[in-house]
């Protein structure tokens, strides 16, 4: 089991950025694939990006490519999300979360942080 810590979330204006950190409690962290997701109010959990093991590749929800990257280093249990030109519509409670390597692709992801609030102003 691996336990999962969001940070650095915060408000930011529109056009701004933000990086999101997600560290593990355990070493093997590097065994996991890893996914971020995010929850605006009133809506459902929705996929933003995830990255292999190894962090050799990365897929990304339509509504964030271009402006979200992804990644791992896998040194310090430590990914994360640079979010770019942010707008209002990404405001939400942004989740990290693992998955075991042969489930890299799917929705099945057992470990889940707490989750850190993202707001963007107008």
């Known amino acids: 089991q691996v336990q999962l810590v969001e940070s650095g979330g915060g408000l930011v204006q529109a056009g701004g950025s933000l990086r999101l950190s997600c560290a593990a409690s355990?070493?093997?962290?590097?065994?996991?694939?890893m996914g971020w997701f995010r929850q605006a109010p009133g809506k459902e959990r929705e996929f933003v990006g995830a990255t292999t093991w190894n962090g050799g590749r990365q897929n990304y929800a339509d509504s964030v490519k271009g402006r979200f990257t992804i990644a791992r280093d896998n040194t310090k249990n430590t990914m994360y999300l640079q979010m770019n030109s942010l707008k209002p519509e990404d405001t939400a409670v942004y989740y990290c979360?693992?998955?075991?390597?042969?489930?890299?692709?799917?929705?099945?992801?057992?470990?889940w942080g707490q989750g850190t609030q993202v707001t963007v102003s107008s």
């Open positions: 355990r070493r093997s962290f590097i065994t996991y694939a």
């Open positions: 979360a693992a998955q075991f390597p042969s489930a890299y692709g799917t929705n099945d992801f057992p470990y």
